[in-house]
């Protein structure tokens, strides 16, 4: 079992913000990065380095952090984004990566 | 650009060993700031980390599947590879090679993926 703990789904209408979690005592050490996947596609960084936006991304996608909690926001939601979004951190050691379980995020 | 291609068998049966190959272009293995890892997807289900390797030699492995895993590199072809020993159903997914890369402010994450490759082992 993963020790990077994600809501299983969230939803947002339509322009509207949502916040995903990704809660993890490794998140006290280490940065966490987010990975977007759409059905049937192989995973894409959006976030890394706790704040940082790969050449790409839309800026409406953000990423803070506090605690044991890291946090990807989506400021003015779109249907595109509707996907499942993994957090991604290292253990304890700082040598082994883990994923959370990924959260479902609906578009209404 | 940094390009990532997953290669091997479909369909491997249980007890055999699965082994696959990702083959690094647009950049080299040899990059002192990149660990090569391996992931697996399960169908419906979320992401694994299998385990990494730097293009010495040095590898890391999940805990959980630990001793049936073996990540090697080859730098002359500018591939890795994994190998899953003992293989039951369990292990059908989707697996995807990535670069686990390192930044100047010793922030990790994976920027770099295939497209995946998805492995059959039939109950």
């Known amino acids: 079992s993963s020790e990077l703990t994600q809501d299983p789904a969230v939803s947002v209408a339509l322009g509207q913000t949502v916040r995903i979690t990704c809660q993890g005592d490794?998140?006290?050490?280490?940065?966490a990065s987010w990975y977007q996947q759409r059905p049937g596609q192989a995973p894409v960084l959006v976030i890394h380095?706790?704040?940082n936006r790969p050449s790409g991304i839309p800026d409406r996608f953000s990423g803070s952090s506090s605690g044991n909690t890291a946090f990807l926001t989506i400021t003015g939601a779109q249907a595109e984004d509707e996907a499942d979004y993994y957090c991604?951190?290292?253990?304890?050691?700082?040598?082994?990566?883990?994923f959370g379980g990924g959260t479902k995020l609906t578009v209404l | 650009q940094l390009h990532l291609q997953e290669s091997g068998p479909g369909a491997v049966m249980p007890s055999e060993t699965l082994s696959l190959t990702c083959t690094v272009s647009?950049?080299?293995?040899?990059?002192?700031?990149?660990?090569w890892g391996w992931i697996r997807q399960p169908p419906g289900k979320g992401l694994e980390w299998i385990g990494n390797?730097?293009?010495?030699?040095?590898?890391y492995y999940n805990p959980s599947l630990r001793g049936r895993v073996t990540i090697s590199v080859d730098t002359t072809k500018n591939q890795f590879s994994l190998k899953v020993t003992s293989v039951t159903a369990a292990d059908t997914a989707v697996y995807y090679c990535?670069?686990?890369?390192?930044?100047?402010?010793?922030?990790?994450?994976?920027?770099?993926w295939g497209k995946g490759t998805t492995v059959t082992v039939p109950s």
């Open positions: 390797v730097y293009y010495s030699g040095r590898t």
């Open positions: 647009g950049g080299p293995i040899s990059s002192s700031s990149s660990y």
């Open positions: 490794s998140l006290r050490s280490y940065s």
């Open positions: 380095g706790r704040k």
């Open positions: 990535a670069r686990d890369y390192m930044d100047d402010l010793l922030y990790y994450y994976m920027d770099v």
């Open positions: 991604n951190s290292r253990d304890s050691s700082g040598n082994l990566a883990e």
